[in-house]
């Protein structure tokens, strides 16, 4: 199975450090990984250094891949507006770096990824006349359809309706469970992280502030300290743990350095 | 438009989708090769289609005088047109395509303008820039500016930080540098040099000859497959740099390698014809507006679409004043301006 692992990380932009020294432990396939951080702490600068995108130190480690490309990186929707339908988008990023014939395998996989996105019914439609949470529909389809093994996602729910958001990283859920997939996903939504994701890694400030499985990382001095918000996380009347907010905590992330040495 | 064909299955859904611009591009074609025919009809003997197309079938057959008339005097200008028309519009695409601007073209870039620079140093000075080909002084002169002006581009695009807007923004700067020292040259130069200057600013197909033709279609001809080759990197570079990255493309690295293609293609043609500004940027926008961003299509379309009108402009320029040749980059700017903001005022889709 295929796994992910990252020693001493880092990454600069002319000149200036931005990512440095992200070590995990080894990410087995077979999970939902949820990426976690404030806003500028370093999330798709990771999500680059990983992909290749980025240079840097230190070493981005993937074995056990069974195919060539085994990564596939969903960023952040940029707004281009081509003239293309979701089809062609969609059909264009499974024929990178193959021949320029259009093979009745290719209409196969695209419109599999079609159906499992539940997104047929778009797939006459320009690209520059959907909405943004069509848009991250048709960015997941994109990744999708590469077939990785790896699947890195930059906020990808960011513009989806509530029940679309559960759509989506349920399904995600499960390509993990069924097909074995490591799939990390940038979010902000800490509730859906502790509903969905197996492991969580923090990020704040350039860094890796914790990385393990949920439970364990998802605490309340974590939301403080990195966040800046006073919650609670409690078990509700079902007996799954929720994220209450209580506000903010004020105290400007000073340090995450105690977190840090304690995880 | 779209939404008829949304009830179908996906694969049937793309098959009519292909085959509607398969049927586009025939008939483009068509038309292209009608407007070479009417071309090399039309002229001070005038003959008609069927004379045409028997001297082309069939040249042992007709008399001698239309054999040559043909062959050796309109052939060269009505597939110049083609050719000329062919690459500039293919440098336009592929401009626009990897600087994602609708305004790039090889007349904003500025190598059109440091070929009439390079032209008009060798009509009002005589001054070479490459010291042996005395024959080719013109043409030369003007292809070495053009590349130059593209090593300019080339060189400025390489350095950090540099986006696609600040390219296209240094060439419209290179424009006005040109245009003042094209009013320096000519400020300076003699009356019959500044009419030579001036004339060979508007275009002009009527210098073509078969030499010159054989060297642009070489050119054309080694240009277009190797950017066929990047057909679907470049089709995904409209999706935004960010986009095409997390597809595998190298952005940077193929920004390069079309920018020096497509700089040839473009030098090659204005230094042949002179300044026809208005193909690199309409061409491109025609045939995305026909056939959308899949370069499979959207590289022949551009070709063809280019090729056309360049062509009905030559036959324009012959009929617009019976017995003038009215200069192409004239007619072609005069008449198909109009048309194209007819276009882009009543297109249905947005294109950019």
Redesign the interface.
């Known amino acids: 199975m295929v796994s992910l692992t990252l020693n001493a990380v880092s990454a600069a932009y002319?000149g200036r450090q931005v990512l440095s020294g992200v070590t995990t432990p080894t990410l087995p396939g077979g999970q939902l990984v949820a990426l976690l951080g404030p806003n500028g702490a370093g999330k798709s600068t990771l999500f680059r250094r990983i992909?290749g995108?980025l240079r840097g130190g230190g070493e981005v480690r993937v074995e056990g891949a069974t195919v060539p490309?085994p990564l596939?990186?969903?960023?952040?929707d940029?707004?281009?507006?081509?003239?293309?339908?979701v089809?062609?988008?969609i059909?264009?990023?499974r024929?990178?770096?193959?021949g320029?014939r259009v093979t009745?395998k290719d209409?196969v996989e695209?419109?599999r990824i079609?159906d499992l996105l539940n997104i047929?019914?778009l797939?006459?439609?320009?690209?520059?006349d959907l909405s943004g949470g069509q848009r991250q529909m048709v960015?997941a389809a994109?990744?999708l359809v590469?077939n990785p093994e790896i699947l890195l996602m930059d906020e990808p729910t960011s513009a989806l309706d509530l029940s679309r958001q559960i759509d989506l990283l349920a399904l995600l859920h499960r390509l993990t469970r069924e097909q074995g997939l490591l799939i990390v996903v940038a979010m902000h939504d800490l509730g859906h992280a502790l509903r969905f994701a197996d492991a969580v890694m923090v990020i704040g400030d350039g860094s890796l502030v914790a990385c393990g499985a949920t439970g364990d990382v998802v605490t309340t001095d974590l939301l403080r300290e990195v966040f800046d918000v006073a919650a609670r996380i409690e078990p509700c009347s079902m007996g799954s743990p929720q994220l209450i907010v209580d506000g903010r905590a004020n105290c400007l992330r000073a340090n995450c350095q105690q977190i840090r040495r304690s995880a | 438009m779209?939404?008829a064909?949304?009830a179908g299955?996906?694969?049937g859904?793309?098959s009519a989708?292909v085959l509607r611009r398969q049927l586009i591009l025939m008939g483009l074609a068509l038309a292209l090769a009608l407007s070479v025919c009417t071309d090399l009809a039309l002229g001070p003997a005038s003959y008609n289609l069927g004379q045409v197309i028997e001297g082309l079938l069939w040249p042992g057959q007709v008399e001698d005088q239309v054999r040559v008339i043909l062959w050796e005097i309109r052939m060269p200008v009505a597939l110049m047109a083609v050719v000329v028309g062919a690459s500039l519009s293919i440098a336009g695409v592929q401009m626009q395509t990897i600087l994602?601007n609708p305004l790039a073209s090889p007349f904003t870039l500025g190598i059109s303008a440091g070929a009439g620079f390079g032209a008009a140093l060798a009509l009002a000075f005589g001054v070479a820039l490459v010291p042996f080909a005395v024959d080719y002084i013109i043409p030369v002169n003007a292809f070495v500016m053009a590349m130059l002006t593209s090593l300019a581009i080339y060189g400025l695009s390489l350095r950090?930080?540099v986006s696609s807007e600040t390219i296209v923004l240094l060439g419209i700067a290179l424009v006005f540098i040109f245009n003042a020292l094209m009013s320096l040259i000519q400020f300076f130069a003699s009356q019959q040099a500044v009419a030579a200057v001036v004339f060979w600013t508007m275009g002009s197909l009527t210098k073509a000859t078969w030499p010159k033709l054989w060297i642009a279609l070489a050119v054309l001809a080694a240009a277009a497959p190797l950017l066929?080759r990047r057909?679907?990197?470049l089709?995904?570079m409209?999706?935004?740099?960010?986009?095409a990255?997390?597809?595998?493309?190298r952005p940077r690295r193929l920004r390069l390698e079309v920018l020096v293609i497509v700089s040839l293609l473009a030098a090659i043609s204005v230094s042949f014809v002179g300044t026809i500004g208005f193909i690199g940027l309409v061409g491109p926008h025609i045939a995305?507006?026909l056939l959308?961003?899949?370069q499979?299509f959207l590289l022949p379309g551009a070709a063809l679409s280019g090729a056309l009108i360049l062509s009905a402009g030559s036959i324009l320029s012959k009929i617009i004043i019976p017995g003038t040749i009215i200069p192409i980059g004239i007619v072609t700017s005069l008449v198909g301006i109009p048309f194209f903001l007819y276009l882009i005022l009543n297109r249905r889709?947005?294109?950019?």
Do not use: C, I
């Open positions: 002319g992909f995108l490309r596939a990186y969903m960023p952040q940029n707004g281009a507006r081509p003239v293309m339908t089809y062609e988008s059909l264009l990023a024929m990178q770096g193959r320029l009745s209409h695209v419109e079609l047929r019914a797939r006459g439609r320009h690209v520059g960015g994109q990744a590469q | 779209t939404d064909v949304g299955e996906g694969r859904f793309y989708l994602n950090q930080g066929a057909g679907w990197q089709t995904a409209r999706l935004g740099d960010a986009k990255e997390s597809m595998g493309v995305r507006m959308g961003e899949d499979r889709v947005a294109t950019w």
